[in-house]
């Protein structure tokens, strides 16, 4: 049992289009992250949120919280968000998705 | 400010040996938690410690065990590796926990076990 599943697991997308991936959790949650992972290993966090909605640039992260799910949107998607996106829930521990591994094609 | 660091970036042991990873915080940052991720079961999280106690624990086996120091650095170690152990095993800081502030990601170590 996954408490936190994730979708879709793999997207290849044009340069220049919208981008969703989705998140939904089991348990509760004090927080949800997005994580992001390049080739190699490293890992940025994109977003930590509760309620509501966040944008930083190009990214929006929204969640619902009666639903228990979350929504990472790329707008204008570029080859360098090529990476492995991962959707994260804190309760009395840290539980992780499987991630979306996004390709973005010039 | 300096980044989470980690050593070493790579390693390699035998089976049954025992190792210890290095995770040093951002300057000012008081939480440490350490993560493994494979291929196989993604990342999962191993442990956190805050004010050198441990305060949360995933579902690891003994054999995996950590510490912190007053500075906040942390080590983990793994006793009696097994080739299931490798993996690459990352560390992250934050201000004062995973449920309430960002984490910051270290590069990681990759642990080969032969």
């Known amino acids: 049992k996954n408490e936190v599943e994730q979708s879709p697991q793999n997207l290849t997308a044009q340069e220049g289009e919208f981008i969703t991936i989705n998140c939904s959790y089991s348990?509760?949650?004090?927080?949800l992250h997005w994580l992001q992972q390049h080739p190699g290993g490293g890992i940025v966090s994109l977003f930590m949120?509760?309620?509501g909605k966040k944008k930083h640039g190009r990214l929006i992260a929204t969640i619902n919280i009666q639903e228990k799910h979350s929504s990472l949107h790329i707008t204008a998607s570029h080859p360098r968000d090529s990476a492995v996106y991962i959707c994260?829930?804190?309760?009395?521990?840290?539980?992780f998705g499987t991630g979306t591994s996004l390709t973005v094609i010039p | 400010k300096a980044g989470v660091t980690q050593t070493p970036r790579y390693l390699i042991k035998t089976r049954g040996q025992q190792v210890t990873l290095s995770c040093s915080p951002i300057?000012?940052?008081?939480?440490v938690s350490w993560y493994q991720q494979t291929p196989g079961q993604g990342l999962q999280f191993l442990f956190e410690?805050?004010?050198?106690?441990?305060?949360n624990k995933g579902n690891f086996p003994g054999r995996f065990s950590g510490r912190q120091f007053s500075n906040s650095r942390s080590e983990m170690n793994v006793s009696t590796l097994e080739l299931g152990d490798s993996a690459l095993y990352l560390c992250?800081?934050?201000?004062?926990?995973?449920?309430?502030?960002?984490?910051?990601f270290g590069p990681g170590t990759r642990l080969t076990v032969t």
């Open positions: 992250a800081s934050s201000l004062a926990g995973q449920t309430s502030y960002e984490q910051y």
């Open positions: 300057s000012g940052h008081r939480s």
């Open positions: 994260a829930v804190t309760g009395n521990q840290f539980y």
């Open positions: 410690y805050f004010s050198e106690t441990q305060r």
């Open positions: 949120l509760s309620s």
């Open positions: 348990v509760g949650i004090s927080a």
